[in-house]
């Protein structure tokens, strides 16, 4: 049984490109969330999603972020124009209704 | 959601024991405390979760007074590959978000 995939693991874009990143959960997992991590920080919570819905987008910037958790394939976090300030290590993890909070290896954006 | 307060950082050398130790003075009465593990450019990695008195796994022991407003994670007889940073969490639920602090940065020395 993977774990929590998620890909890239490394992303390079440039200021004003768009970056798209992936997260599968594991099999059997419904419920996917997205951290991100700051150099020398802790983690960040930024949004939570079951399939088709977004449950708590409490800790997501309001503007040019988005993510989506479709009822088929991956779960996508979206930045659209992004800016240095958005360089970091972003995490997915998921688990099902009472078990199983599992993360991934994240995928670190550099933004150049 | 409790809020959390363990050391920024601790030393200590191969082979001895090591306990972290987190305050969590508004823990509530369905709250768990759970720790996680993160190795450099790795996600965070579950170690135990305990709600009262002693938790042992293969991995950690977790020691939990009868307040509950402090809990302590302990490592026995650590190696380097326990160079890692700890976080300690409380929340009721294993849905929803954790909440992180800064957690605490362990250096395992030879």
């Known amino acids: 049984n993977a774990g929590v995939m998620q890909n890239p693991r490394h992303l390079v874009r440039r200021r004003g490109q768009e970056a798209r990143l992936r997260c599968s959960p594991m099999?059997?997992?419904?419920?996917v969330y997205w951290y991100r991590q700051l150099p020398e920080e802790g983690l960040k919570f930024m949004v939570y999603l079951q399939k088709e819905n977004i449950i708590d987008e409490s800790g997501m910037p309001k503007e040019r972020f988005s993510a989506e958790f479709p009822k088929e394939g991956p779960s996508i976090l979206r930045i659209q124009q992004v800016v240095r300030g958005d360089s970091a290590a972003y995490f997915c993890a998921s688990s099902t209704d009472t078990y199983g909070y599992t993360f991934g290896s994240g995928t670190r954006l550099t933004v150049v | 959601l409790a809020k959390t307060t363990q050391p920024i950082s601790m030393d200590s050398y191969e082979g001895q024991e090591v306990n972290i130790t987190c305050s969590h003075n508004?823990?509530?009465?369905?709250?768990?405390i759970t720790w996680y593990q993160q190795f450099p450019s790795q996600g965070p990695r579950f170690i135990i979760q305990g709600y009262k008195t002693k938790v042992t796994n293969e991995v950690a022991s977790l020691f939990i007074p009868a307040d509950r407003k402090s809990s302590t994670l302990s490592l026995p007889r650590v190696s380097l590959s326990d160079t890692a940073v700890y976080y300690c969490?409380?929340?009721?639920?294993?849905?929803?978000?954790?909440?992180f602090g800064q957690g605490t940065t362990l250096q395992v020395k030879p």
């Open positions: 508004n823990i509530a009465t369905n709250d768990y």
């Open positions: 969490l409380v929340g009721a639920s294993n849905t929803g978000k954790l909440i």
């Open positions: 099999k059997g997992h419904s419920h």
